[in-house]
């Protein structure tokens, strides 16, 4: 399957055959080439099953009566983008195993209680290389989804462009050398898309809405599930997994021609589940001490997110052909095991991430909130 191909296999349902822009085109296949999650919206409920669902959006903040998941407040400036990946290997001698586990007594600790709907807030970044001037660019969206607790609902969802900048202060510098142009032309995620311009200027919110798939399909977890099958998932490591690898067959998430090892399939899934996903907190936990019992997965402390918050990352390594051998994070604040968000890290870019230097974080999702409200959809 090629490219494009894949693109269009990705596409949600819901979404129709409405025409895309090709910034929208980009983006998403961009974060579906950036590896395990990172990603973000394949976690809403599509056909194919291995889709992924649109890049949802917004602007405005809503009240949520009941964070399931919500994210603790900035600790420290953000690192900037496309540089290296802010993380220091972890000094004191605890294991990996016994971090993933200590988050997942944390997690077991939150609250649970429902509402109406579950809302979710973040802002996703992609680094590409300008086509002129030597320097690199941030685009960067804003995104809330509400998924209604009933079945029969639709979803809703907000998004807003934020406009591309200058990932670095020298990035700046060169862009002002090169005319502080308002459209920057830079490479695209793959060569199949020949030409991305990317304006500098914010974007109005956008609100779309769409019917559930099948009356009752709420998010994608290996398979379409709906919300009953998330409240009642397993709640003990090894049932949980095997749970999810009923629905593993050697292919990646994103495309059924893209081979995947059963940890990094169970790493992708699981961040989907832990990060924003209306999970009971005992089964958030038994998937932090499911990724504890996997050998390929890492820890990393002291990692600070796009949004200036400081975490500790679990991550794997995958190699693909078509981007090169990339890191894939999962960050959450050790403290109450709640997750911050995902990052993906380029260990050694090739194909078109070429431009990108090793180290680089070339895609992230930060989430702002993630919870249970009674507050519906702003329309």
């Known amino acids: 399957m090629n490219p494009m191909d894949e693109l269009r296999a990705a596409r949600p349902a819901h979404l129709g055959d409405r025409p895309v822009d090709e910034h929208t085109r980009a983006a998403e296949l961009a974060h579906a080439m950036s590896g395990p999650r990172g990603s973000r919206r394949r976690r809403t409920a599509v056909r194919p099953v291995w889709g992924l669902a649109a890049l949802a959006a917004g602007a405005t903040a809503v009240a949520v009566v009941v964070a399931g998941n919500a994210a603790p407040a900035p600790r420290k400036q953000a690192p900037q983008a496309g540089q290296s990946a802010s993380a220091t290997p972890r000094k004191v001698t605890l294991s990996a195993r016994e971090v993933l586990l200590a988050a997942a007594e944390k997690a077991d600790r939150q609250p649970d209680r429902t509402g109406a709907w579950w809302y979710t807030s973040s802002v996703s970044r992609y680094v590409y290389p300008a086509v002129q001037g030597g320097y690199l660019v941030v685009d960067r969206e804003r995104n809330e989804e509400w998924t209604p607790r009933a079945t029969g609902g639709e979803q809703w969802s907000r998004q807003q462009r934020l406009g591309a900048l200058p990932a670095t202060e020298a990035d700046r510098l060169a862009w002002e050398r090169a005319g502080s142009p308002g459209e920057i032309e830079v490479v695209p995620p793959v060569k199949k898309l020949s030409r991305l311009r990317l304006p500098t200027s914010e974007g109005k919110p956008t609100t779309s809405h769409t019917p559930l798939v099948d009356g009752d399909k709420v998010f994608w977890l290996g398979r379409n599930v709906t919300m009953k099958d998330l409240r009642g998932l397993p709640d003990e490591p090894a049932k949980l997994k095997k749970w999810l690898l009923d629905s593993y067959d050697g292919h990646s998430t994103e495309s059924s021609s893209v081979e995947m090892s059963s940890d990094v399939w169970l790493f992708t899934v699981s961040v989907g589940l832990i990060v924003d996903m209306p999970v009971t907190p005992q089964v958030r936990g038994a998937a932090f001490r499911m990724l504890a019992g996997l050998d390929s997965v890492k820890v990393i402390e002291n ?37 911050l968000g995902t990052e993906t890290v380029l260990v050694e870019p090739r194909g078109q991430r070429g431009g990108l230097e090793p180290g680089a974080v070339s895609s992230s999702e930060a989430v702002l909130e993630a919870g249970w409200t009674d507050a519906g959809p702003k329309r």
């Open 303 to 339: 990692v600070t997110d796009a949004e200036g918050r400081t975490g500790t990352a679990a991550a794997i390594q995958q190699d693909d052909d078509r981007t090169g051998l990339r890191e894939s994070r999962l960050i959450f604040d050790e403290a109450t095991g709640r997750a």
